[in-house]
């Protein structure tokens, strides 16, 4: 197994040929992600970039390893791998069926302090989906980090979003913004057979679980608990 920034001689490819592959990796993960806003890239896709001209089993991993160390040190990103989380009713011998397919990606993750962050780098122009990510991400998991569709879209009506408006003044189509989330791996759909018919649940993905999110998200459930707290106190 070839170490991180070790010695690459076991691959029989140039100084040049490796660094031209970590290259087309890194430039291939930032355009990526500005092109999907911010969706995670495949394992398999990133180790295709460097499959469709060498053959090494490891090369992939050590090319990975390479790009994550660059992207951190010159960028101020960490690359970071994300196992992709299964509905909780899927049974088992699904689960065993499709373990190891497409089981991996990759986000990259702003290393700067969150004020600095917030200062220099956040797009005002974007930041509107992100208190929309934490508004959605909250009310799945108050509700236990499951919840039926109708119900998801009950307590966002009472916030002004309806499934059907399509031009909302800030977030626009709002059913294709929740439909980001699932493409973003916040949320996952998950399909329910019940004796009344099939019932759409939106449950927590792997990045809403993610440990730096899940303490943001419980930090902001507990900011609103307090506010509340202190509202009806006052009146």
């Not at 090494?56 to 970071?80: M, V, W």
């Not at 190891?100 to 986000?107: H, I, N, P, Q, R």
């Not at 949320?187 to 009344?196: A, I, R």
Request: aromatic share 8%.
């Amino acid at each position: 197994m070839a170490i991180p920034g070790g010695d690459f001689s076991q691959f029989d490819i140039s100084k040049e040929e490796k660094d031209k592959l970590v290259a087309e990796v890194i430039r291939y993960i930032l355009f990526k992600t500005h092109q999907n806003s911010g969706c995670p890239i495949k394992r398999e896709e990133l180790s295709q970039l460097v499959t469709k001209n060498y053959r090494h089993r490891s090369l992939p991993a050590y090319i990975i390893n390479q790009a994550k160390e660059k992207l951190s040190s010159i960028f101020g990103y960490e690359l970071r791998e994300l196992q992709r989380s299964r509905p909780s009713s899927t049974n088992q011998t699904r689960l065993s069926q499709q373990s190891g397919v497409d089981a991996k990606s990759y986000v990259i993750i702003s290393q700067l302090p969150a004020e600095v962050y917030k200062k220099y780098v956040e797009d005002v122009n974007t930041s509107h989906m992100t208190g929309f990510t934490f508004v959605v991400i909250s009310i799945v998991q108050l509700a236990g980090g499951k919840i039926a569709s109708d119900n998801l879209w009950h307590h966002l009506k009472r916030m002004g979003l309806h499934e059907t408006n399509e031009n909302h003044p800030v977030l626009g189509n709002v059913k294709q913004a929740l439909e980001m989330l699932v493409q973003q791996r916040y949320l996952q759909k998950d399909k329910v057979s019940g004796p009344e018919g099939a019932t759409l649940f939106y449950e927590l993905a792997e990045r809403a679980l993610e440990g730096t999110v899940s303490e943001r998200i419980k930090q902001y459930i507990t900011q609103i608990v307090k506010k509340d707290s202190t509202t009806e106190d006052i009146s």
